[in-house]
Antibody, heavy 125, light 108 residues
Framework: QLQLQESGPGLVKPSETLSLTCTVS??????????WGWIRQPPGKGLEWIGT???????YHNPSLKSRVTFSVDTSKNQFSLKLSSVTAADTAVYYC?????????????????WGQGSLVTVSS | EIVLTQSPGTLSLSPGERATLSCRAS???????LAWYQQKPGQAPRLLIYGASSRATGIPDRFSGSGSGTDFTLTISRLEPEDFAVYHC?????????FGQGTKLEIK
């Protein structure tokens, strides 16, 4: 059974960089046809698609986040990571990592069939 | 960006009743690229429906999806107590992927 687990600081100061890592177990991050994504949910609000990365390093992020987002992948550790720079209180949210599965059809960015439990990140001084 | 609008915002029903949730897209979406998720408090979303009408693994057949173009529907035929949750639709027809704002299904 595939499992994803987010890890990282729960509190980040304004203007600093939020960093989260997702560890994948029960399957390989290098499996073809899967993309690895990040989604966030501000308290009491809806879901926002942040972007995805492929194991080869190809990435796509939501233009709404402009150039603040950086994705990376470490295939040796079966992990992928998110960095979000210059954070403000508006970036306070539960951050989820998830697997986007092209085998379920449709087009990129595909839908998410496995999710991590989520990591609450609060931006506050 | 394709904007998804879900209605109603909140739906109050009783167990055993039928629930109909709507998701409307700001532009046409391929029916192969529309998904529904269920989210319970404190939990991650769970994939229910993909490709507008295909149930994900382990999803009971009381859940069904339909629609095309800009209008999609999630139907729960007979509500069970565990079905009361928030439901989100997602389009993956075009990047960036986008979600609706969610419909809260609450016990009447």
């Amino acid at each position: 059974q595939l499992q994803l687990q987010e890890s990282g600081p729960g509190l980040v100061k304004p203007s600093e960089t939020l960093s989260l890592t997702c560890t994948v177990s029960g399957g390989s991050i290098t499996s073809s046809s899967y993309y690895w994504g990040w989604i966030r949910q501000p308290p009491g609000k809806g879901l926002e698609w942040i972007g995805t990365i492929y194991y080869s390093g190809s990435t796509y992020h939501n233009p709404s986040l402009k150039s603040r987002v950086t994705f990376s992948v470490d295939t040796s550790k079966n992990q992928f990571s998110l960095k979000l720079s210059s954070v403000t209180a508006a970036d306070t949210a539960v951050y989820y990592c998830a697997r986007a599965n092209s085998f379920l059809g449709g087009y990129y960015p595909y839908c998410f069939d496995y999710w991590g439990q989520g990591s609450l990140v609060t931006v506050s001084s | 960006e394709i904007v998804l609008t879900q209605s109603p915002g909140t739906l109050s029903l009783s167990p055993g009743e039928r629930a109909t949730l709507s998701c409307r897209a700001s532009q046409s979406v391929s029916s192969s690229s529309l998904a529904w998720y269920q989210q319970k408090p404190g939990q991650a979303p769970r994939l229910l429906i993909y490709g507008a009408s295909s149930r994900a693994t382990g999803i009971p057949d009381r859940f069904s999806g339909s629609g095309s173009g800009t209008d999609f529907t999630l139907t729960i035929s007979r509500l069970e107590p565990e079905d009361f949750a928030v439901y989100h639709c997602q389009q993956y027809h075009r990047s960036p992927g986008s979600f609706g704002q969610g419909t809260k299904l609450e016990i009447k």
